[in-house]
């Protein structure tokens, strides 16, 4: 894991973000978010993550990318009135979040530790039996397929009722 | 996108690449147990398929490959592919989704439950794949319709 | 020098996720047009699945993909997976969220003619 390489995505994607809202035109917003889908995906690759970096890079900066551009062919309009300053409620809702998030960020395990309590209870056992016991190799397939099946059971239906309640939504009677 | 593109080398190039992207993404579904991958990334490169297809020569052409309601189906069949494997190690006797009790010829421990792993990852690429393409399809056509 | 860049960088990934978690409830509340609320929740739904990977990160070790034969070393070694695995399933659910958003955004476009929160409003009256 090299940090430069951590600092550059991490300055890039929060560039890229702040782009993509402040772009006056909703067809370089959508190109924009694509560029911080796969930033992201990079710096998650960088952090040693590659099934999420594989899925983000797939889903966040493909698929995403196209639902998105699909959904603005509806109309030529596409320029978007800046935002008006009397939105208050927004700044002040970010700024409260943001606020105590930072106040807790020193409390947070210290980024990197073998030993913090998220590397500690149940991973090393995925981890040192998990070939064992699973037969796969690919640690995350084995606790994604095997150790927290459940998941992944209600997960597939989930993206079945979208894919449905996205059919029925827009079914052929008009209005 | 929605006549398709103009150009017949996109056309064909679209055409020829279209077998190796499915076959990259059922490597990817098979080869998910021992290298980054599994049957969420390989579903996704499937429909990544259907949509380049679609973007290439049209929509009526991704119609007549991806019709609306056999997708749905393919869908709604990788959801219970998923379900009908758990009910089967129940009928072998485990908990619901246990795969050391599935009743396959296969020797017991890290071997038969690896091969459960296979099929529910079978299991939820058909239903990404599929979900993924008609959510795309929908839009596609609506935006086709709107546009006309 | 380098010890001292890997600790700020380190730290700088969670502030970032809270930066981008920030930036992305501003756009969901202040923006009007719906699209641009859209993006600020697919770039806090992204902020969060940030923070997630950032906990399950270590120094000097490798991918969670332990070899076939021969001895796997200690956890240490690896990168923490549980989160890797719950962060798949988020992001798979963002897809399926951003699908249906967009199938309701159309839907209203195909109906009232705008993106727009404050056209919207008008016309549904």
Known sequence: MSAVLLALCLAIALLLAVATLAAGNLLTAVIVLGAYSLVLSLLWAAMGAVDVAFTEATVGAGISTVLLLVAL?????????????ARWLGVAAAALLAAVLFWAAPDLPRFGDPASAPNRHVSPRYLEAGLAETGAPNIVTGVLGDYRGYDTLIETVVIFTAALGCWMLLSRRPG | MIGGHDSVIVQTAVRLLLPWIRIFGLYVLFHGHSSPGGG???????????????????????ERCAPERATLQWAAVGALVFFGVGVAALVGGGALLDYGSLPLPVPEGPALRAFGVLLIEIGVFLAVAASLTLIFVRLAKVAEEESA | MSLDLSVLAGEAV?????????????????????????????????????????TSAKWQATLPIVPEAGAAGPAAGYMNPLPHALMLTAIVVMVATLGVALALLVRLHRRYGSFEEDDLLDRVE
């Open chain 3, 14 to 54: 969670y502030l970032v996720a809270f930066g981008l978690l920030a930036l992305g409830i501003f756009a969901l509340i202040a923006h009007g047009n719906l699209m641009k609320k859209v993006i600020g929740l697919t770039i806090f739904q992204t902020a969060v699945i940030l923070f997630f990977v950032a």
């Open chain 1, 73 to 85: 062919l509806h109309t030529s309009a596409r320029r978007v009135a800046p935002v008006p300053v």
């Open chain 2, 40 to 62: 969420f990334q390989g579903g996704v490169i499937f429909a990544a398929s259907y949509i380049v297809l679609g973007l290439a020569l049209g929509r009526r052409e991704l």
